[in-house]
Nanobody, 126 residues
């Protein structure tokens, strides 16, 4: 069992930056470093959208075309933490951002697959 807690969201102007954090708590026998971790977002009235993913050791990262070149995902397994550095934010990045163990790079995200946090709200507005 794994509990994921996101933080770092907020209100930011277009062009600004935010750094989201996802901290995992695991039960005995579970290992954070065994899992790929994804960030998924959901804008009001829209479907879940996969944003980025990092492999188990942090050496390989993946990004949706909509965020490539602006967002950077990283992890520190010693701290059971994954980060999403978001630069050059746009109004269309406004959404609730979730971290999850689901690997949704090529399939539609589903909340009944993998462990999910409660999310953190990001609002990009002037």
């Amino acid at each position: 069992e794994m509990r994921l807690v996101e933080s770092g969201g907020g209100l930011v102007q277009p062009g600004g930056s935010l750094r989201l954090s996802c901290v995992a708590s695991v039960t005995p026998g579970e290992t954070f470093s065994n899992y790929y971790i994804s960030w998924v977002r959901q804008a009001p009235g829209k479907e879940l959208e996969w944003v980025s993913m990092v492999n188990t050791v942090g050496g390989t990262t993946y990004y949706a075309d909509s965020v490539k070149g602006r967002f950077t995902i990283s992890r520190d397994n010693a701290k059971n933490t994954v980060w999403l550095q978001m630069d050059g934010l746009k109004s269309e990045d406004t959404a609730r951002y979730y971290c999850t163990t689901g690997t949704f790079r090529t399939v539609a995200p589903r909340k009944d697959v993998g462990f999910w946090g409660q999310g953190t709200q990001v609002t990009v507005s002037s």
